[in-house]
């Protein structure tokens, strides 16, 4: 995936309403180009007429994921850039492990990415 998907907003289903579309567990993404239509991560098409705008309004039902939950190795970035410094280094990424949510830099010197240490608007996004 490339930097722009995987900044694309996403949101997990944590409670549902009477007549909702959306299953508990429910990861939503954005069909590109649609105003209103949502896919699951099983790529499931759901017309639930609802709009970013509204989901965003009730966080109580719908909580936004950080760029990196719920992502596989083969869909993270092989380079991220920190946003936490006016650098803005940016670090290649030898091998994701997706258990710990590290980025190893270099594995025999124990460098890493981690993207649990720095709150998500001072940590690092994805870069092509």
Same mark, same amino acid.
Not at 33 to 36: P, V
């Given at each position: ?6 900044m694309q907003p996403r ?7 009477? !007549?909702?579309k959306f299953k !508990?567990g ?6 590109p180009?649609?105003?209103?239509d949502?896919?699951?991560a099983?790529k499931?098409?759901?017309n639930?007429?609802i ?6 309004q009730?966080p ?9 939950? !719920?992502?596989?190795?083969d ?6 850039m920190?946003?936490?410094?006016d650098? *803005?280094?940016t670090?290649?990424?030898q ?7 590290? *980025? ?7 460098s890493?990415?981690?993207l649990?240490?720095?709150k998500?608007?001072? *940590?690092?996004?994805p870069?092509?």
């Open positions: 995936m490339n930097a722009k998907d995987l949101f997990e289903v944590i409670e549902t309403y009477p !007549k909702s !508990k429910d990861i939503l993404e954005r069909i180009n649609a105003t209103n949502w896919y699951n099983d499931s098409l759901i639930a007429d709009l970013l705008d509204e989901i965003e009730y109580h039902l719908f909580r936004k994921m950080n760029w990196w939950e !719920k992502r596989t190795t869909q993270m970035p092989k380079k991220v920190s946003i936490f410094d650098k *803005g280094d670090f290649e990424i091998e994701w492990d997706m258990e710990i949510l590290v *980025g190893w830099i270099d594995k025999k010197e124990r890493c990415c981690s649990l240490t720095f998500p608007e001072y *940590g690092y996004v870069v092509d």
